[in-house]
């Protein structure tokens, strides 16, 4: 039913819907065809662009410092490795790593001042950085069904604003 609804919505909407400008502010991929003609596009667009959901099957888009505007980023099932340029997204608020392959996050994740949600459900990480700690506007951290998951650094209790948290062990061996 729901690729049914999918190349209904692509009849109607034809060309119009179906690429990427210079303009566009969000932008969402699933499965594309034209996987080259919406990389080109989206990296045109990468300075103005606000919301990326990329939920390919392959990542379609290699994320860089010119996506630094972002204020939502969803990659799940995509990243092996979070790209080091995510310092340099100060305005991301959402963070979706779910059903990832991400096994750690970069010490830079702490300069995400403005991040208000991460989620990392079922994805394979298999600790989490101190640096974490800085995220004091961190409101809702997705840990669900993640087996990897070992140890969670000290600095969590740190996140006074942390409203979410799906999953949380206490360990006095690190």
Not at 83 to 103: A, C, G, H, M, Q
Request: charged share 25%.
């Amino acid at each position: 039913m729901h690729d049914i609804l999918h190349y209904l919505a692509l009849y109607i909407g034809g060309k119009e819907y179906s690429h990427a400008s210079e303009n566009t502010r969000h932008l969402s991929l699933y499965g594309v065809n034209d996987a080259e003609v919406h990389k080109r596009n989206a990296s045109e667009a990468a300075n103005k662009l606000r919301t990326l959901l990329d939920h390919a099957e392959l990542p379609l888009i290699h994320i860089n410092s010119n996506f630094k505007w972002l204020r939502v980023l969803s990659l799940p099932c995509l990243m092996d490795e979070l790209p080091k340029s995510i310092e340099d997204f100060s305005l991301l608020k959402y963070l979706n790593l779910s059903w990832s392959n991400v096994r750690w996050l970069p010490s830079s994740i702490g300069r995400l001042c403005n991040l208000l949600t991460l989620d990392l459900c079922y994805s394979q990480i298999e600790e989490l950085h101190k640096e974490m700690g800085k995220l004091c506007n961190l409101r809702h951290l997705g840990l669900k069904d993640t087996a990897k998951l070992e140890f969670v650094a000290e600095g969590l209790g740190k996140l006074t604003n942390l409203r979410t948290l799906h999953r949380f062990m206490v360990c006095d061996d690190k």
